[in-house]
């Protein structure tokens, strides 16, 4: 759109846009290095919430692209401000792994399977029947029932996982609640993205590969969006939304100039 302001800051998802299947996409290194020589503020985010910052920096570095500890926002770093808003110094019980219970314990949360606030289920090879008969009972005694993101389904080398959402219903199915999403598309994870490197949605861009999670989350932030092809959405995918992306391009690989 002509009367677009220009684009000072940059919100970028990470796999399928700067990497697919551990192996860096090409274009992702020369963005990045532009964006740390501009000193534009920008953020990588993620939905899943295995992982800290730290080790998805470490992670990123080995594979050549350097995103420094302080551009990286995950579902479980925006799920951990949320509540920290909603109800400082609580408690909960958690399904998740290191990305998740590090986020609460950095926010001063008690970790409990005694009368939680909350069971806040996040990503984790390792569902267990056992944890998640103790999330159900604990929910319907009373916690309150958070989900990091609603991704029904993770990639791995060997195909799909069943991720977050879909266990999500799993427990949805056994107590009546449906948790609140805090990942994409909730444009809280956006917003509270923009916020910590002190953005404006007007002048921020997100890009993503996904419609339904990335181009959703930046369109109702109120951000421009850009599609890239080079992740899960494929040409005619688009067409099939009720919205569209401000721009589809290939790859991150023809965002280069713009930065």
């Given amino acids: 759109m002509a009367d677009r302001k220009p684009i000072e800051s940059w919100l970028t998802d990470m796999d399928g846009v700067l990497i697919h299947e551990g192996v860096p996409i090409p274009g992702a290194d020369a963005f990045l290095k532009k964006l740390r020589d501009s000193g534009r503020p920008f953020l990588v985010l993620t939905n899943n919430s295995i992982y800290t910052a730290r080790d ?13 500890v302080d551009n990286i926002w995950t579902s479980a770093l925006a799920t951990a401000q949320f509540l920290d808003d909603q109800r400082p110094g609580g408690s909960a019980y958690v399904i998740g792994e290191a990305g998740l219970t590090t986020a609460l314990h950095d926010i001063g949360y008690i970790l ?18 056992e944890a998640l008969t103790k999330a159900v009972r604990l929910i319907n005694d009373g916690a309150r029932f958070i989900a990091t993101n609603p991704d ?33 598309p909730n444009p809280l994870m956006m917003r509270a993205g923009l916020n910590a490197i002190g953005a404006h949605s007007e002048t921020s861009a997100m ?13 109702e932030a109120g951000m421009r969006t850009f599609l890239v092809l080079s992740g899960v959405t494929q040409p005619v995918d688009v067409d099939r939304y009720p919205f569209r992306p401000s721009e589809v391009v290939d790859s991150i690989a023809d965002l280069v100039d713009l930065v």
């Avoid at 998805?56 to 420094?68: E, T």
């Avoid at 890009?207 to 369109?219: C, Q």
């Fill in 56 to 68: 998805l920096h470490a992670r990123l570095r080995r594979m050549g692209l350097d995103v420094p």
């Fill in 112 to 129: 409990t399977d005694h009368e939680p606030d909350f069971v806040i289920l996040g990503e984790t090879r390792t569902y267990s029947f």
């Fill in 152 to 184: 029904n389904v993770g990639p791995s080398t060997e195909g799909d996982l069943p991720a977050t959402g879909s266990v999500a219903a799993l427990i949805t199915a056994a107590t009546g609640k449906k948790p609140y999403f805090v990942g994409k």
């Fill in 207 to 219: 890009i993503g590969d996904r419609m339904d999670t990335d181009v959703l989350a930046g369109l």
